[in-house]
């Protein structure tokens, strides 16, 4: 039984982390291939009230989305996700999930597959996506879903957002050549360093990792910070450019000035 719930962490700094990210990629991944498949294997709903009683509870937003979006920088990913979120939420009632932003952003001919696995969540994915011709969506694991498809080819872009209940969210990366976005919480910095140690010893190549310290590890208020796995875009300009991004995130999104670093390597 499922019990985790995106609506009461929408719009924090996890999201916009990973959504600012996310935006950038399918984007660059669609100028290099004709046709692309985009697959979500852990969409949540789509769409977040700021008055549901889950957004209105936890107010996490407040730390994420309502610190940024009045920015004045000049970075250019942050400038392109408000301008979007702008476009796609009208009158800022909602904050956008993941399956919401990429249908938006997508062109007709882009086949979308959105797995959710918890049937209410479900449920209000499919009302939220009604207007979009060109998604599938499924109602099962989003890890079994991809594991049974055979053609998997560097049209693919994947994103894997899971909400880490389970043992087996422990990721299991088998496609060599598809684009793939992980995201993954920082809960506490040292069981974080052997998280990315396993990730390493598995000798993935071509990962680039970005890390989003917010809290310092004392703090009791939950979720550290957040990363991103990305594998496959080997790229000098996607480095140089999440390289500025974080530094931005950093300033904008960080509880105190004695919180660790930001990073952004490869492995
Ligand atoms: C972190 S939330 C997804 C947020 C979404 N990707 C976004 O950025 O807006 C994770 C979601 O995965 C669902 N879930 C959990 N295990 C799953 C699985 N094995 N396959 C598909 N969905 C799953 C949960 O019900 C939850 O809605």
Redesign the pocket.
């Known amino acids: 039984m499922?019990s985790?719930?995106?609506g009461f962490?929408?719009g924090n700094h996890a999201?916009v982390l990973?959504?600012i990210v996310?935006i950038y990629l399918y984007n660059l991944s669609k100028k290099h291939c004709k046709s692309m498949t985009y697959i979500?294997?852990?969409?949540?709903?789509?769409i977040?009230k700021y008055s549901s009683r889950y957004m209105d509870k936890t107010k996490e937003y407040k730390y994420g989305i309502k610190k940024i979006e009045k920015y004045t920088g000049d970075n250019k990913l942050i400038i392109n996700y408000l301008r979007i979120l702008k476009k796609i939420t009208k009158n800022d009632t909602f904050y956008?999930?993941?399956?919401?932003?990429i249908s938006n952003i997508s062109e007709a001919k882009d086949k979308l597959f959105l797995?959710?696995?918890?049937s209410n969540?479900f449920k209000s994915l499919k009302i939220n996506l009604t207007n979009f011709n060109n998604v599938k969506l499924i109602n099962?694991?989003?890890?079994?879903?991809i594991n049974k498809i055979s053609n998997i080819n560097n049209n693919f872009f994947i994103?894997i957002?899971?909400?880490y209940?389970?043992k087996?969210?422990n990721i299991e990366i088998k496609f060599e050549r598809a684009k793939i976005l992980i995201?993954y919480p920082i809960l506490s910095y040292p069981e974080n360093d052997i998280f990315i140690e396993t990730i390493r010893k598995k000798g993935i190549s071509n990962i680039l990792n970005l890390e989003l310290p917010i809290l310092k590890d004392d703090d009791n208020r939950g979720m550290k910070g957040s990363g991103l796995l990305i594998i496959n875009f080997n790229n000098k300009l996607i480095f140089k450019n999440l390289k500025l991004l974080i530094r931005e995130l950093n300033a904008y999104l960080t509880d105190s000035n004695e919180v660790f670093k930001p990073k952004v390597r490869y492995f």
Do not use: Q, R, V
């Open positions: 499922l985790y719930k995106h962490h929408a999201d990973k959504h996310l979500d294997t852990h969409s949540g709903n789509g977040y956008p999930g993941s399956p919401f932003i797995c959710e696995m918890h969540e099962s694991s989003g890890f079994e879903y994103f957002d899971p909400s209940e389970i087996d969210d995201w």
